[in-house]
């Protein structure tokens, strides 16, 4: 018997992210080649036509799972019946403004947002959200939709992971399939700590760890790092434009998982609500290590931190407190 349908909800649709994302989740990439989708796309007035445009593709593109779009500049019509929600829309930094303009300016569309997903969409719906700050973005959602469930808002830093796993796989000329638990900690930002300590790379002589295959200790704890840190600068500078075909490509695997579940022996890196594992403090939106089972996500637990790993989460999550005090002083 054919499912029903699952709406889901992308904002900032008419962008670049969301230009990417519609026609990869119209095609079952990320609920699933036998999943019927509708989707919903919200943006802000200024991109109503442009918006408009992403329908017509939409419907030239007769993508056979596709059974509805609702095109909106109205949050609520957006917001109503979605299963899913891709928050992809934010207000871009803009040369001359600070770190306080451009928080200020998402944070207070995440407030607004949170209401109306509270109000409007389907019980249980699974949020991700994408804009930067992401972490913190999610945060404010989360705090300003307090019937959603904590376990259901998260945000992206599975881009910052698949990112881990593309490193590893070109230095050890190795397929970016059999490599895997790699870890992003943190915050979607620079101070991210990739960690490979439990990572492992399949063999044709069994499974290696990634140190003992790289064995180079300072590339994995220096140039590595630094690497995933900042590729998302590195293709601002390369394209002019902030990555979008990655971004999209993550969110539908994040959004997959949590739905589908992570296979045995895997994990993968999400922005979950903290609950003080790992040392970690609680009431943050931090990144960790999860598996996903029956829909819902679980931090892995039991993993070794080192002294130099133990810094390295404390910084991000330095960071992520400031981020939040500094997101409650521009919504005071
Ligand atoms: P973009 O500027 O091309 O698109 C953003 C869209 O959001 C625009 O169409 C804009 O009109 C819309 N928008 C603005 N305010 C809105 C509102 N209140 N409601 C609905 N829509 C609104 O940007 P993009 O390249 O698509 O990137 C989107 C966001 O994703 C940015 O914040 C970017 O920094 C972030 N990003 C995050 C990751 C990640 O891994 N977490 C990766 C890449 C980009
Ligand atoms: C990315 O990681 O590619 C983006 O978050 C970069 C950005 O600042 O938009």
Redesign the pocket.
């Known amino acids: 018997m054919a499912k029903d349908p699952v709406r889901v909800l992308v904002?900032?649709?008419?962008?670049?992210?969301?230009?990417?994302l519609v026609p990869m989740i119209a095609r079952g990439v990320m609920l699933g080649a036998d999943q019927p989708v509708i989707l919903h796309m919200?943006?802000?007035p200024?991109?109503a036509e442009?918006?408009s445009g992403v329908k017509m593709e939409l419907v030239d593109a007769a993508f056979p799972l596709l059974k509805g779009v609702v095109a909106t500049?109205d949050?609520v019509e957006?917001c109503k019946g979605v299963n899913i929600a891709v928050m992809?829309?934010?207000?871009?930094?803009k040369e001359g403004m600070e770190r306080k303009d451009v928080m200020s300016?998402?944070v207070s569309?995440y407030k607004?947002?949170a209401s109306a997903l509270e109000a409007h969409a389907a019980a249980n719906c699974k949020v991700l959200?994408?804009?930067?700050?992401?972490n913190t973005?999610a945060l404010i959602l989360k705090e300003f939709a307090p019937s959603i469930p904590e376990k259901n808002i998260t945000?992206?830093?599975?881009?910052?992971h698949n990112r881990a796993l593309g490193q590893v796989s070109e230095r050890l000329s190795v397929q970016i399939s059999d490599v895997k638990n790699v870890i992003i900690w943190g915050n979607?930002s620079s101070t991210q700590y990739p960690d490979v300590t439990h990572a492992t790379v399949k063999t044709s002589a069994g499974e290696k760890t990634v140190r003992e295959l790289v064995a180079d200790d300072a590339w994995l704890n220096g140039e590595f790092i630094s690497t995933v840190q900042q590729r998302?600068a590195a293709?601002i500078k390369a394209r002019k434009?902030?990555?979008?075909l990655?971004?999209a490509s993550?969110?539908c695997d994040h959004i997959r998982d949590w739905v589908v579940g992570t296979p045995e022996g895997t994990w993968v890196s999400m922005?979950v609500y903290s609950d003080g594992s790992y040392d970690v403090p609680a009431g943050l939106i931090y990144s960790f290590p999860v598996t996903c089972k029956n829909g819902e996500w679980s931090i892995v637990q039991g993993l070794s931190i080192d002294d130099f790993s133990r810094n390295k989460l404390n910084k991000t999550a330095e960071e992520l407190s400031e981020e939040k005090a500094l997101a409650y002083s521009c919504l005071a």
């Open positions: 904002t900032g649709a008419a962008g670049q992210i969301g230009y990417a919200l943006d802000i200024p991109a442009a918006l500049t949050v957006a992809v829309g934010g207000f871009p930094r300016k998402n569309i607004s947002q959200v994408v804009a930067n700050p992401a973005n945000c992206l830093t599975r881009l910052d979607h998302g293709i434009f902030s990555s979008a990655s971004a993550s969110a922005g």
